[in-house]
Structure formats: structure tokens, C-alpha cells
């Protein structure tokens, strides 16, 4: 519940959701958003955190794994997606890539030999960069939300 209002400054970032969506989510999304998170890790054990920058505690993002049922070709069932967001003042200081591997050494860890997978816009090029530090390679090119998509995986 302290890190709403972040998460709701964050999420209603234009810049941060020009490739996550592609429009600011309301209060209204993001809470929906939180709740479906808390809900992942008393359903199956897993899902997202909240990333702070280590000197100062200050909210910098969030990461981890979900479950989000996409209506997507090939299908992601079975493989927990990671997902990131930062918020723009931890943009380009090399949170994403410190959390993403911090998130998916925890992933090898907890859902041992299982693929995971990621996707991102193509445009998205910084995102794609802490993909592929963090051990990512391209699956499959799709369509999501009739946006193209680059599917990533992840083998442990």
C-alpha cells in the first residue's frame, strides 16, 4: 500500500508506457494492477516486487514474475513472464539490468528447470538490452494488443 502512489506516478508516465501499452494508466488500472500482483503470490507463490534504489530506499520501479493469461500466439501458458517497469528517475542507471538478473537468479531458484519468457515491443530497444543482459533470447515475433511483440525466453 506505500508504494500505490508510486506505482500510480509510474504507471501514469506517457514516457514509461509508450511501449508497455502504449497510454498512461488511471489510479483506477494501477490499483487493479497492485491488487492482481499481491493476489500472484497468494495463488502461486510468486510475483512482483518493488525495486528501491539501495543508497536512499527511494521507489525505483517494479519487477518480477506474473501470470497474465495473454491472449497471445504462440501461447505463454506454462512459462512465468517476467515484466519490468522503472520509474523515469531510475531510467539509464542500470536498475533494470541489476533487477532483472537479481529476479531471474531468484526465478532459477524457485521454478527450477521451467522456461521463462518476457515480451517487449520492438521499439523498444533499452528494454531488449536488459533482456538479453539478463540471459533472454528471441522465441517468437507475435502480435499483442495489435502491436508486434518480440517473445523472449529463458532457459535456466
Not at 106 to 130: L, Q, Y
Amino acid at each position: 500500500m506505500t508504494d500505490f502512489d508510486d506505482l500510480a506516478a509510474t504507471w501514469g508516465d506517457a514516457e514509461v508506457t509508450r511501449f508497455i501499452g502504449g497510454k498512461p494508466q488511471t489510479r483506477e488500472e494501477v490499483w487493479l494492477r497492485l491488487l492482481r500482483h499481491v493476489g500472484q503470490w497468494a495463488l502461486l507463490g510468486w510475483g512482483m516486487w518493488i525495486v528501491e534504489e539501495k543508497q536512499t530506499g527511494a521507489f525505483a520501479g517494479q519487477i518480477g514474475f506474473l501470470d497474465a493469461k495473454r491472449n497471445i500466439v504462440p501461447s505463454l501458458e506454462g512459462m512465468p513472464e517476467m515484466g519490468w517497469v522503472l520509474a523515469p528517475q531510475a531510467h539509464g542507471k542500470g536498475y533494470g539490468t541489476e533487477a532483472v538478473r537479481a529476479a531471474a537468479a531468484w526465478g532459477d531458484m524457485h521454478f527450477g528447470k521451467r522456461r521463462t519468457c518476457c515480451i517487449i515491443a520492438p521499439e523498444n530497444k533499452a528494454s531488449i538490452g536488459v533482456a538479453q543482459k539478463a540471459g533472454f533470447v528471441v522465441w517468437r515475433n507475435s502480435t499483442y494488443h495489435d502491436s508486434p511483440t518480440i517473445i523472449f525466453v529463458r532457459d535456466a
